[in-house]
């Protein structure tokens, strides 16, 4: 069996890195850079530190700081438009997912003449692409190690997945210092994103030797860091599941995602539902669905996060991991549909929709268990009859 693996080709780890800034982007052999990111990091300072550690250097700089929640196709061509007018030859992305996302798509517009819904999944595109530096805030969406990127198409609605080598950026700043002013929330949604990305790349049909290995140990980071680090300032925490987050990045973007993600994304097309989230709402009804179709790979994952015994069967460990991300979610405060003002009749009038938007994406089709349009549907019904149980 052959496989294809690919990483950024710098990735520059550990507390202070977004210091060397400059000099990545100097040996990338960019001289005008052009910064995307949002109004909070715009308004915090980010933004600013970023943009005086340049100028510093000597570069000219441009920079864009209205990237929305979810990047659409509209925000995006803003954001190609602005980077054109300063003539820029390279993006550097600051933030979470939707910077990152947005910055990834603007590098393959810069150079692609067509339009975005042109590339969204099943289509690659390993075409011209402005190199990207990547400086993720978040310990979460590992965008800053993938060859994805998820622009939601302002005509129609759908989220599209947009897949190819060109998405990958050139470096990443993986710098845990920038994490450790997220709130509890934002702390608990990206940390599960990036669990689920660990644990669906690994039992992924596309999984290979590479991936497992990235995966299975950012598992076992997450599992003992998670928890500590939504609930304090621990720094060793944080750096943990900066690193964690990453290698979960690295694991997807060489494997795939599967159900959990395909299930996602509609939420957060129809219900503006933050990625993490969805996935955290999803996360333990979609691998109690999944686990006898895998259950070594499962148990595996389990082992990682120190449940069961020296004694456990692949049973009991797949039963304690559904368990366990029960109560990850409890613990860790995962809002239900209902406390979000979710109708339990708008959500039933939207499953047929959003169950074909999950087979469109592919995702599901990766799963160990390939669901059914019919059991696809069953699983969002059940997630808002437990999760309004449990409100």
Known sequence: MTYEVSFPRLVLVGG???????????????????????????DSGGLDRIVDLLT?????????????????????????????????????????????????????????????HELKAPASYDGPALPVIAIPTTAGTGSEATRFTVITDSRTGEKMLCAGGSYMPAAAIVDYELTTTMPPRLTADTGIDALTHAVE????????????????????????NLRRAYTGADLVARDEMMAAATMAGMAFSNSSVALVHGMSRPLGAHFHIAHGLANAMLFAEVTSFSVDAAPERYAACARELGLGTPDSTTGELGAELVTELRALANDLEVPTPAQLGIEREDWAELVPVMVAQAIASGSPANNPRVPTEEQIAEIFHTIFDLQKEQA
Request: glycine share 8%; hydrophobic share 50%; no cysteine.
């Open 56 to 116: 510093a250097a000597g570069f000219a700089v441009g920079s864009f700081a209205e990237t929305v929640a979810d990047p659409t196709t509209v925000s995006v061509a803003t954001a190609v438009q602005a980077a054109s007018e300063h003539d820029a030859d390279g993006v550097i992305a600051l933030g979470g997912g939707s910077p990152i996302d947005t910055a990834k798509a603007m590098a393959v517009l810069a150079k692609y003449s067509g339009e975005m």
């Open 201 to 224: 790349a690994y039992v992924s049909t596309k999984a290979n030797p590479i991936s497992d290995a990235l995966a299975l140990t950012a598992v076992r980071l997450i599992g003992r």
């Open 16 to 42: 202070g890195a977004v210091a060397e800034l400059a000099d990545i982007v100097s040996r990338l052999g960019i001289t005008r850079p052009f910064v995307v990111t949002d109004a909070f990091l715009k």
